[in-house]
């Protein structure tokens, strides 16, 4: 089964920036990244599918920027901008079992989960 582990996350004040990265043990399909901040549900930032199709959460749109090599099988998302509302566990997702049509925001369409980094942006 594929595995993934992102790396990235950390402190940073507003407006400043921060790069996530998700590397996958293997092929992989759609991919996304999801925060969620205590008390909150799960919510979807930005997703692209292997053509490089994107979508974006409203709330990240013109800040943030997804995209993926899949030579290396990474995954990446530049965070600009970055507001308090922007802090959270940031977990990046794959879907394995068959390619999604386009990029998805949808929590269920995924199948793997990594564990998780952390974001914290300071007013």
């Known amino acids: 089964q594929v595995q993934l582990v992102e790396s990235g996350g950390g402190s940073v004040q507003a407006g400043g920036s921060l790069r996530l990265s998700c590397l996958a043990s293997?092929?992989?399909?759609?991919m996304g990244w999801f925060r969620q901040a205590p008390g909150d549900e799960r919510e979807g930032v930005a997703a692209i599918d292997r053509d490089g199709r994107t979508d974006y959460a409203e709330s990240v749109k013109g800040r943030f920027t997804v995209s993926r090599d899949n030579a290396k099988n990474t995954l990446l998302l530049e965070m600009n901008s970055l507001k308090p509302e922007d802090g959270g566990l940031y977990s990046c997702?794959?879907?394995?079992?068959?390619?999604?049509?386009?990029?998805?925001?949808?929590?269920?369409?995924?199948?793997?989960w990594g564990q998780g980094t952390q974001v914290t942006v300071s007013s």
């Open positions: 293997g092929y992989t399909y759609n």
């Open positions: 997702a794959a879907r394995t079992i068959n390619s999604y049509r386009g990029a998805t925001l949808a929590p269920f369409r995924y199948n793997i």
